[in-house]
């Protein structure tokens, strides 16, 4: 296990939710997050920033070579919550609830992200 360097991270998105990519080559696409990395602070998106991989056949370990479409990293900053209640790019915003639970919010409805 990596020590993170600093604070981890991710602005309140986390896997499986829904974030718009506001900038770089897949700007405006939208999709699930399939993967967070906190100590890099960055996301991989569905169908986001695809990225080629080239790889070197190792029948070793039953590597067929060739080249190889994935999801490359997006940083968090360059990615926005997608609210569920509203449709819009959001920030999550954090509430403490009554019981002492935290929850995350949509700062323009007030929808709560399923957590
Ligand atoms: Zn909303």
């Given at each position: 296990m990596r020590e993170p360097k600093e604070k981890p991270a991710a602005h309140g998105i986390r896997h499986g939710d829904t974030v718009k990519v506001m900038a770089g080559r897949s700007k405006g696409k939208s999709g699930k997050v399939l993967?967070?990395?906190?100590?890099?602070s960055t996301v991989?998106?569905?169908?986001?920033?695809?990225i080629k991989r080239h790889t070197r056949?190792?029948?070793?370990k039953n590597i067929k070579g060739g080249i190889l479409e994935r999801e490359g990293p997006i940083h968090v900053?360059?990615?926005?919550?997608?609210?569920?209640?509203?449709?819009?790019?959001?920030?999550?915003?954090?509430?403490?609830?009554?019981?002492?639970?935290?929850?995350?919010?949509?700062?323009r409805c007030d929808t709560t992200f399923e957590s």
């Open positions: 993967s967070v990395n906190l100590w890099k991989t998106v569905e169908h986001a920033n695809i056949p190792n029948p070793s900053s360059n990615v926005m919550l997608v609210c569920p209640g509203c449709g819009k790019h959001t920030r999550a915003g954090h509430t403490t609830l009554p019981d002492g639970a935290k929850v995350r919010t949509c700062r």
